[in-house]
């Protein structure tokens, strides 16, 4: 513990300022991210199937754009101002769902917020990657990951507060001005790292010539587990069918953040010295059981809760720890690409993954598509084990 604390102590003062801002960041958006579902279906009078499509569309994009920008970022050297733009754009776009009058608006709102997401992403995935040494990254991207979860937290207490105020949830979305505010500023203040290294390379590099075979195989079993894993929301909207109240429904998603918080940084930290090979299969171990068990009819609600902390759990095992791995498979120089093509693949498998879970979620029951997901992961577990992990990583 005390090797752990003195470890974050040391991390530099561009590793603290990018988590800063993305816990106020992340205060607005999981301020707003619960209650969308709750916003599209009792004011936009929209169904399971458009929330799949929505969450589909503004997630595929912002995957493509991840591409673009870390390529973009390994030839100019520069990340401070697609970070600064990427945060612009989410700031301006989140409190004019409160205008919205149709689900086709809120799906081009969602869209300007994701665009802004896929500018900054790699970019500060890969500034931070360059902060640090090697044997640090696991606790770089924990500690990451859990200010990231602190402002989940945050949010989505202040929207419980705000409806327990019975303030309507129009008006809620006007709240997220003010960290969008804050965001900007922090942002504005980050300094570029000075470079060291001189660009060689003629011109920029999109193809996966150069990565590794091990890097290569990762992300195609990224990929398929992926596909099982869709939009968060309909976990949400999962938990109020399951009879979780309404004002309770942004507490479940903070708790599930709390966990993340508290073991995200420890976790990844361990995996610096351990490796990340274990970590990873055993935390999708964990989301087959979280999905198989979502998918229990009449489920009770001990259970569920029950089933949300070892989401959390699940999710403070592989925020860090995913991204620690691609850094340490990236060749020298091509950082920000191989950031770029790991987001770019399980983010874009957010499309289809979120339109066949709404498709069967609607169309057979939420049991079935729950147990789809489920499926998912035990192949990409299977592929983890016997294909990717091959060599010691």
Known sequence: MLSFIAGLRGLPRTVWLIGLIS?????????????????????????????????????????????????VVDRTKRSKPWIVIGYLMAGLARPLIAFVNSWGWLLLIRFSDRVGKGLRTSPRDALLAESVPRNKRGLVFGFHRSMDNAGAVIGPLMAALLLALHVPLRDIFFWAIIPAAITLALAISLKEPKQVIKIQEPGFQWSFDGMSPELKRYLFAAGLFALGNSSDMFLLLRARELGVPQAQIPLLWAAVSLITTLFGAPLSAISDQYGRKQFILVAWVGFVIFYLGMGIPGLPIYALYSLFVLYGLFKAATEGVEKAMVADLAPMGRTGAAFGWFNLITGVMVLPASLVFGEIYESIGPSYAFWFSGGCAICSIALLKIWVFRSNI
Do not use: H, Q, R, W
């Not at 707003?32 to 799949?52: D, E, F, I, Q, R």
């Not at 499509?53 to 997630?59: D, H, Q, S, Y």
């Open 23 to 71: 816990l106020v960041n992340d205060s607005a958006s999981e301020m707003l991210y619960p209650l969308l579902p709750l916003y599209l279906t009792s004011v936009l009078m929209a169904g399971p199937k458009v929330l799949g499509l929505i969450e589909g569309i503004a997630e595929s994009t912002s995957s493509l754009l991840k591409l673009v920008s870390g390529v």
